[in-house]
């Protein structure tokens, strides 16, 4: 009975083996610049994930090539050129500062001052509108007497 | 009047939405461009498909051709195969890469349903293809007289995909060729 728990919790945890294969780092620095890395680039197959996530082949095969580059002491500019120059620029979640991707860059920086100046014009706006409605001017302030005059002369 | 403007601008500002919208809609993200467009084919030393002849990136350049990237596992390159057999008959080289497969298999697969390929190179572990940028297969390249990757198409090449991409490019090559 026991040896047939065991077995059945052993085969219970295959499919965490399975997901994702794990690599031993000779030093725990190039861990931590693989995951960061392996979260950066993209899979070329399915387009909406990192290669961390991705369970496609071509996933797999540049985890084991970020890992075989790792610890080869490449750096993680060299390890992202070599990807961009086989995959193209596509292949980066933070894509590179460019021309192409200035506006991508810019665009948030762009949008928020937009935002900052609409509410600042608005705000602005507002109080001169205000300011104008307070005051009556002289010819306006005849004419709500006569209104008011004959208001009073018609009870 | 500026706040007459001021009116229409969710107005604008929609229509300025919608055209990107619309022209997103005609767009197919699945489409990426090769790296290697305009870049010279990758060097690479890898055996002959079931033989043990070395095929490096001399024995198989200097004239224009399609390299298709292929595997017995893929059920589209089986959907492919007649076409590029009928090409190959037509007259255009057409060089296999056997991409992470079996030799008995792919060869097994030549054997039954015919071979296209002028040569093949056995990529057992998907170097080549990696120097490639080879995401999936079937992907076909086409490869000038000098050795540069002038046009990746991913995907079945059939009659449209040749008459309609392939073939304008690769008669331009020809003829630039021939001049």
Sequence with gaps: MVRICSLVLLLLTLPALAVIETYEFSDSALEKRYRALSEELRCPKCQNQNIADSNAPISQDLRRLLYEQLEQGASDDEIRQYMVDRYGEFVRYRPSFSGVTIFLWMAPMLLLTAGVAIAVMTLLGRKQATDTTEALSEEEQLKLKAILDKAESNQ | MPARLKLFM??????????????????????????????????????????????????????????????????????????????????????????????????????????????????????????????????????????????????????????????????????????
Excluded: M
């Design chain 2, 10 to 179: 969710p107005l604008i500002l929609f229509i300025i939405l919608a055209v990107f919208l619309v022209r997103g809609l005609s767009l197919d993200p699945k489409e990426l461009p090769s790296a290697l467009i305009d870049k010279p084919f990758p060097e690479f030393s890898l055996s002959a498909l079931g033989s043990s002849e070395v095929l490096d990136k001399a024995a198989v350049s200097g004239e224009v051709a399609l390299f298709n990237v292929w595997a017995t596992w893929c059920i589209s390159c089986r959907a492919e195969h007649p076409y590029l057999t009928e090409l190959a008959k037509r007259g255009v080289a057409i060089y296999g890469i056997n991409y992470k497969d079996e030799d008995a298999a792919a060869l097994a697969w030549l054997d039954e349903l015919g071979d296209p390929y002028l040569a093949s190179i056995a990529d057992h572990d998907g170097t080549l293809g990696l120097d490639l940028g080879v995401y999936g297969a079937p992907e076909t390249y086409l490869v000038d007289a000098n050795g540069l990757v002038r046009y990746r198409h991913v995907g079945v090449v059939n009659e449209r995909v040749w008459s309609n991409v392939l073939q304008p490019i690769y008669e331009q090559l020809k003829n630039g060729k021939a001049n």
